[in-house]
């Protein structure tokens, strides 16, 4: 086990002993070539330091009364490229404004292509709440896609997932996830893998363990499943939990673009209309493992989410969205997918982040789309999503 360490401390860690070394292990092509090299064998235990450290702290200023319902939000930020906005819209959007719980993944640390900005901590300051971040990846570049082209470098190259709240949070864990690829072949060079943050909040009369998570994006159905079951392992027999976050449950197998192609011409064949129910549903056939593990383990999905309501949406003419998959698939599939879409304006929903509670009582579930779809710039390409918990 890696040393404790200070935010601050790892901070300096990254800027001191690590990134002088980026330049050289960004040359790497795979996560085998990179272990393999001289200068990360010399640097991986800080490495592993960085990674093993949460941030928990607080900004709180007031003591939140007891309620007899709470609020709980999560949301994908995006990595918190419109961190701005997305503050102003917790300050005064009328559901938001009175939200108890944010389980927010996407968030980086000293990254160029959020301002160099610690996200949630921000966010966190500004709104006067306790927060929780664990961090997944040390990023060796910018980005990928259209984040490669921002302008500035990295100040640290951190990326994780986050809790906040109106109440104390202790105990922060991580629970690391299995890669679902190699995050050194492409253009984004990551060190790290996804990590789930599990943290106690201490709701008045509601004790409870809340739980960010972010399944991976490029992985198989069975991967996604398997990281589920990590994160259940690793909660063990806790009474009261609420999992929330973006769970990728895009039905396909995205391990690696050919697959991807080849689901998508199934589901073409299978006709566009039943496919999409899939996208919506998909807890009926292509990620009902995952959803059936969940049950198994005493974890309701059902109640705290509105079913088949899309969360996210791809969008054939998005120019962003375009250059960002244009990195993984061939450009030929962008015309294939354009005629397959000809019938639904060119844009196909997804049902991707969702919520799941044992021993709560969850109300009310809802989705916002107005904080992404009809803006000229959206804060997010993932909705929002909220359930209130019944103590």
Request: aromatic fraction near 10%; proline fraction near 5%.
């Amino acid at each position: 086990m890696p040393p404790r360490h200070t935010p601050s401390e790892v901070y300096a860690l990254i800027e001191g002993e690590l990134k002088p070394h980026f330049e050289a292990l960004v040359e790497c092509a795979s996560t085998s070539e990179l272990r393999a090299h001289p200068v990360y064998r010399s640097i991986e235990s800080t490495v592993l330091t960085v990674l093993a450290t949460t941030d928990l702290g607080s900004y709180a200023s007031v003591e939140a009364p007891p309620k007899g319902r709470y609020r709980v939000l999560s949301w994908n930020l995006e990595r918190g490229v419109e961190l701005e906005g997305q503050i102003e819209a917790c300050r005064t959007h009328p559901y938001l404004k009175d939200v108890d719980l944010f389980l927010l993944t996407e968030t980086d640390v000293g990254m160029a292509r959020s301002g160099n900005l610690a996200v949630a901590q921000t966010m966190a300051r500004e709104l006067g709440l306790y927060y929780a971040f664990a961090p997944c990846y040390l990023n060796l570049a910018k980005g990928s896609g259209v984040e490669f082209d921002v302008a500035g470098e990295n100040q640290l190259g951190l990326h994780g997932n986050a809790v906040l709240s109106r109440y104390p949070l202790s105990s922060a864990r991580a629970i690391p996830l299995k890669n679902g690829k190699d995050k050194m072949s492409g253009r984004e060079k990551r060190l790290g893998n996804q990590t789930a943050l599990a943290v106690d909040v201490a709701l008045p009369g509601l004790p409870l363990t809340a739980v960010a998570v972010h399944l991976d994006a490029q992985s198989r159905q069975s991967h996604r499943q398997k990281q589920m079951l990590d994160i259940l392992d690793a909660l063990g027999d806790v009474d009261r939990a609420l999992i929330g976050g973006d769970w990728n449950t895009t039905t396909h197998n995205s391990s690696r673009a050919f697959y991807a192609i080849m689901g998508y011409w199934l589901r073409v064949f299978l006709g566009i209309d039943r496919s999409i129910e899939h996208y919506l549903h998909p807890y009926r056939w292509f990620e009902k493992g995952l959803f059936s593990l969940l049950e198994e383990r005493g974890f309701d999905y059902r109640s705290c989410n509105k079913l088949g309501e899309r969360t996210l949406s791809y969008q054939v003419d998005d120019m962003k969205t375009r250059k960002n998959l244009g990195e993984w698939v061939p450009g030929w599939c962008f015309a294939f997918i354009r005629w397959a879409l000809r019938n639904h304006e060119g844009r196909c929903p997804l049902k991707v982040d969702w919520f799941a509670a044992r021993g709560l009582v969850t109300e009310h579930p809802v989705v916002f789309h107005e904080f992404r779809e009809g803006r000229t710039v959206p804060l997010s390409d993932h909705d929002a999503i909220g359930v209130e918990l019944v103590s």
